[in-house]
């Protein structure tokens, strides 16, 4: 690294007096995202040139939380100091597990770094919503992406009805938790997860023989094992099997929108 270090610094004095894809008259920081879940909320809330790069897993349909079109729209990194450096950005958006070298590094250089925890619930991920947006430089985008958020949960909060029993089978055969953003989004739209009930934590795993033993109302499923794909889950008439993007799993913002109408669409089929 430290045979980089002057590279690097000649490289980035070449491009500070070239033109940059900052917003005209620098009033907004250009930005590089190297989270999935802050991708896409910055996509929504900043100017046009001014995120100049999101990270590679938001172009992975297996790890994007992003729609492809969106995604497409910027350009990628995979996050080393050297990718960062080169775009020349005023701030960093990172996820709280960013290497520390990795931040030092970028600090050294006098790039501003924001980390920003994991979503447990729709409070949590519409604060993040302001917080990004306030760095972004827009308080008003993050406000009125807040509303969205609210107003799509509004529309699938079920009017009247018991809570219909669900399971979510994720990725790996795993459950999630009940302090986990999807499981709020379960109750916000009329559901009651069966997992907590079963003695199932996050990330505890759960077999075929399981689920055909005690088969919940709605089996959710959000994963691609053999066992999730077996023919006998329908043969299960009293339990209904729906499929759910995993794309919708881990990140809030502007994800929650699309979550909340495929949750609302799926309890009103479970009816």
């Not at 827009?138 to 509303?147: C, F, K, Q, R, T």
Request: hydrophobic residues 45%.
């Amino acid at each position: 690294m430290s045979r980089l270090l002057p590279a690097l610094a000649l490289l980035l004095a070449g491009c500070a007096g070239a033109e940059s894809a900052r917003v005209a008259g620098g009033e907004r920081p250009s930005i590089v995202s190297l989270n999935p879940c802050t991708d896409a909320v910055l996509a929504e809330v900043t100017a046009p040139g001014q995120l100049l790069a999101i990270s590679h897993y938001s172009k992975d349909p297996r790890s994007s939380s992003m729609d492809p079109g969106m995604a497409a729209r910027f350009a990628a990194t995979g996050g080393t100091v050297e990718e960062v450096l080169a775009l020349d950005p005023d701030l960093v958006v990172a996820g709280s597990f960013l290497a520390p070298a990795t931040r030092a590094a970028l600090e050294d250089f006098g790039v501003e770094v924001a980390t920003f925890d994991i979503a447990r619930d729709v409070a949590s991920s519409e604060a993040q919503v302001r917080d990004l947006a306030a760095l972004a430089g827009d308080p008003e985008a993050g406000e009125a992406l807040v509303a969205q958020i609210e107003h799509a949960l509004s529309e699938a909060a079920p009017a009247t009805g018991e809570p219909v029993e669900i399971l979510l089978w994720q990725p790996g055969g795993i459950v999630a938790g009940e302090q986990e953003l999807v499981s709020d989004l379960l109750r916000r739209t009329g559901f009651a997860n069966v997992a907590p009930r079963r003695g199932l934590g996050q990330a505890d795993y759960v077999a075929l023989e399981e689920v055909v033993a005690t088969p919940p109302r709605v089996l959710l499923v959000a994963g691609g094992e053999v066992g999730q794909r077996h023919p006998v889950l329908d043969r299960l008439p009293q339990m209904r099997r729906e499929a759910f993007d995993t794309s919708l799993l881990y990140c809030g913002g502007p994800t929650i929108i699309r979550a909340a109408e495929r949750l609302a669409e799926i309890r009103e089929d479970a009816a």
